[in-house]
């Protein structure tokens, strides 16, 4: 009885614009739990700092430079690596999945190589490029390739074949047939290994500079590690948290522009 | 009705399929622009690996009919349609229209409608233009074929919002708007409910009436093909087993007693072979 009353009302608390804010209340509920279990004392700050000593730290790093420099520095890589090995991945998946003849060259052996973890590789990595910027950026390069590879090319196998014989019928160039419909088609599973090697892309540069670097987020982590800033060790990794939605929301809003036929995207 | 059903014998002497062919050019004027092809069919014959699904068909169809095929499934109906249609190779015999046919003369609709989900309806439709598509007229065109279509308002929508019939129409405008001379249906209203196959069927003749092409339309529904076609060809085992004229007025009244009994026949005929006649009598009572 009570529970039947109180449906109605339930619905009706559900407010015009609540969808945006809806998804932000558990993160907000876990920072105020925090604060608030630090500021009664019940866990050691040299356990876990305060929010808001993690936003002094912050805002101290930022006043000084440090945390843009470092923020640039790691976005510059993650955004190179990805350009080069999602490049890659994707003309690779476009090759194998348009050509019989360059799939049967190259996919055994580049499923092959998919089953090495590619952190793996670095020690391996270190040794060949020592620590400079082309060790970070192969390895996350290697990192993003798989994904793209993967999705590109099962998207390209899995376009509907009737849409194929359709095109011909209707006399389209192979141009105009990859352009029209293969692309087209394709492009749901694309972004599904775009997403996927964003994933990638941050974890694989977070490990690399934390084991070798000398800037970037990795790098202030390490460093604030040796000297017992435990405030900005949290706070590197809250800003990887951010980086990483950042980078999703980004995707997602590219995929919403173009999918925009898609029904899973029509507004209604 | 009796006289309305002509078995005849399948593989005449050619020189008597001549005669027979310029009577029925007279009994069935050319519609329309008389924009059809007319069609030939020697000797043609169709494997896959070893199974022989068209064993020798010939037959001669002239511009502007309205022909049915149809029979049992696996018969090899649909493959007869994708051999007009140049969809699969020839092992042997002929096809030949007439005179020296271009490829996009020759236009087929499917049981899917085989729209690109990415593209409006009117781009869709401007698939159909092939090579003219980029031809200043090619959007006024696609617009026409829509309206002729009853969609005209629907050309800046996408597809996935269209309803299975709607769909099917935007298909059948894409086959339209390049002017063929010859249309193949295979099983175009398969997937579409009664009611709206009814609507769909009567836009067929509509638009077959105003355009003047040579139709062929692969069917299991044997209702369907004696409401719209002038000739019904029933295959069996890879070959026309009968060739059967529908001489009924147009527009032709669905359910009238003359279609069902018509429509019995050929159903009785189909069935005969299998030896379930008692099936074919519970079909002729509806």
């Known amino acids: 009885m009570s529970l039947i009353d109180s449906l109605p009302r339930v619905r009706a608390l559900r407010l015009p614009r609540a969808d945006g804010f809806v998804q932000w209340i558990v993160p907000l509920a876990i920072l105020v739990i925090w604060q608030a279990a630090c500021s009664a004392g019940l866990v050691p700050t040299r356990v876990l700092p305060a929010p808001s000593d993690v936003a002094l730290a912050g805002w101290k790093l930022a006043r000084?430079?440090?945390?843009?420099?470092?923020?640039w520095v790691s976005f510059w890589r993650a955004a190179i690596g990805f350009v080069i090995g999602g490049g890659i991945g994707f003309?690779?998946?476009?090759?194998?999945?348009?050509?019989?003849?360059?799939?049967?060259?190259?996919?055994?052996?580049?499923?092959?190589?998919?089953?090495?973890?590619?952190?793996?590789?670095?020690?391996?990595?270190?040794?060949?490029?020592?620590?400079?910027?082309?060790?970070?950026?192969?390895?996350?390069?290697?990192?993003?390739?798989?994904?793209?590879?993967?999705?590109?090319?099962?998207?390209?196998?899995?376009?509907?074949?009737?849409?194929?014989?359709?095109?011909?019928i209707y006399g389209m160039s192979d141009r105009e047939l990859f352009t029209r419909v293969i692309f087209p088609g394709a492009l749901p599973s694309i972004f599904v290994g775009?997403?996927?090697?964003?994933?990638?892309?941050?974890?694989?540069?977070?490990?690399?500079?934390?084991?070798?670097?000398?800037?970037?987020?990795?790098?202030?982590?390490?460093?604030?590690?040796?000297?017992?800033?435990?405030?900005?060790?949290?706070l590197s990794i809250l800003i990887y948290a951010a980086l990483g939605k950042l980078a999703d929301s980004a995707s997602r809003l590219l995929e919403r522009l173009t999918l925009s036929w898609h029904p899973a995207f029509q507004k209604h | 009705?009796?006289?309305?059903?002509?078995?005849?014998?399948?593989?005449?002497?050619?020189?008597?399929?001549?005669?027979?062919?310029?009577?029925?050019?007279l009994r069935h004027p050319p519609h329309g622009s008389r924009r059809g092809l007319p069609l030939t069919i020697r000797?043609?014959?169709?494997?896959?690996?070893?199974?022989?699904?068209?064993?020798?068909?010939?037959?001669?169809?002239?511009?502007?009919?309205?022909?049915?095929?149809v029979g049992r499934s696996g018969c090899g109906k649909s493959t007869l349609l994708r051999l007009i249609a140049g969809l699969e190779k020839i092992d042997a015999g002929t096809i030949s229209f007439g005179e020296a046919a271009r490829r996009e003369e020759i236009r087929v609709m499917f049981q899917e409608p085989r729209l690109l989900p990415w593209a409006r309806v009117l781009a869709n439709v401007e698939v159909g233009?092939?090579?003219?598509?980029?031809?200043?007229?090619?959007?006024?065109?696609?617009?026409?074929?829509?309206?002729?279509?009853?969609?005209?308002?629907?050309?800046?929508?996408?597809?996935?919002?269209?309803?299975?019939?709607?769909?099917?129409?935007?298909?059948?405008?894409?086959?339209?708007?390049?002017?063929?001379?010859?249309l193949a249906f295979d099983e175009p209203l398969g997937a579409l409910d009664a009611l709206t196959r009814i609507s769909m069927q009567r836009l067929l003749e509509r638009v077959w009436r105003d355009q003047g092409f040579t139709a062929i339309l692969v069917t299991h529904d044997v209702s369907e093909a004696v409401a719209l076609a002038d000739r019904v060809l029933v295959i069996e085992d890879g070959r026309i087993a009968h060739d059967i004229d529908v001489n009924m007025h147009r527009p032709r009244q669905r359910g009238s007693a003359d279609l069902a009994r018509l429509e019995g026949s050929i159903l009785r005929e189909l069935l005969k072979k299998s030896g379930d006649e008692q099936s074919a009598e519970d079909q002729s009572v509806l």
């Not at chain 1, 990638?200 to 800033?229: C, D, H, K, N, P």
């Not at chain 2, 000797?43 to 095929?69: C, N, T, Y």
């Open chain 1, 91 to 168: 003309a690779f998946g476009l090759a194998n999945g348009l050509s019989q003849l360059s799939s049967k060259l190259s996919d055994t052996t580049l499923q092959m190589v998919r089953n090495v973890p590619h952190l793996a590789l670095i020690p391996l990595v270190i040794l060949w490029f020592g620590i400079d910027e082309t060790a970070k950026i192969f390895l996350v390069a290697l990192g993003v390739f798989f994904p793209i590879y993967i999705n590109t090319l099962h998207g390209i196998r899995t376009v509907d074949p009737q849409l194929i014989e359709m095109g011909r």
């Open chain 1, 194 to 234: 775009i997403r996927f090697a964003l994933g990638i892309m941050w974890l694989t540069l977070i490990v690399a500079e934390t084991i070798a670097a000398s800037s970037g987020l990795g790098y202030m982590a390490m460093q604030a590690r040796e000297f017992m800033q435990i405030d900005v060790v949290v």
């Open chain 2, 43 to 69: 000797g043609l014959r169709k494997s896959f690996g070893d199974h022989e699904v068209l064993r020798g068909i010939d037959v001669h169809i002239p511009a502007g009919q309205f022909v049915a095929i």
């Open chain 1, 64 to 71: 000084s430079g440090e945390l843009a420099t470092n923020i």
């Open chain 2, 129 to 182: 233009l092939g090579r003219e598509r980029k031809t200043a007229a090619a959007q006024a065109r696609a617009e026409q074929a829509l309206a002729e279509v009853g969609l005209a308002e629907k050309g800046g929508q996408w597809p996935a919002v269209l309803s299975g019939g709607q769909k099917q129409r935007v298909a059948l405008a894409r086959a339209l708007v390049g002017d063929p001379r010859v």
């Open chain 2, 1 to 25: 009705m009796q006289e309305a059903l002509q078995f005849r014998a399948p593989a005449e002497p050619l020189d008597r399929t001549d005669l027979v062919e310029q009577a029925r050019v």
